[in-house]
């Protein structure tokens, strides 16, 4: 009986023009967003849930969450 070995499938990184549009964000944000397809400030900020703006993260939805969780942990 073989042993199967699972293999991860990386998606291709985004493109300078794509990180330019997020150079705001975390570059490890700007792979998941373009790993979903998602390369439009206007989608991204869909995705969000309300406009994310770089000053402003408490404003992305669930962030007061994950710091209680963070702060609990």
């Known amino acids: ?6 293999q991860w499938i990386l998606p291709s990184p985004p493109g300078p023009e794509i990180r330019a549009r997020f150079d705001w ?7 998941i967003l373009y790993s ?3 390369v439009d400030p206007e989608e991204v ?6 406009r994310v703006r770089p000053d402003d993260p408490f404003r992305m939805k669930g962030v007061s969450q994950a710091i209680s969780r963070i702060r609990w942990a």
């Open 1 to 6: 009986m073989s042993t199967l070995i699972p």
């Open 25 to 31: 964000l975390h570059p490890a944000i700007v792979q």
């Open 36 to 38: 979903r397809g998602l």
């Open 45 to 50: 900020a869909e995705f969000f849930g309300e």
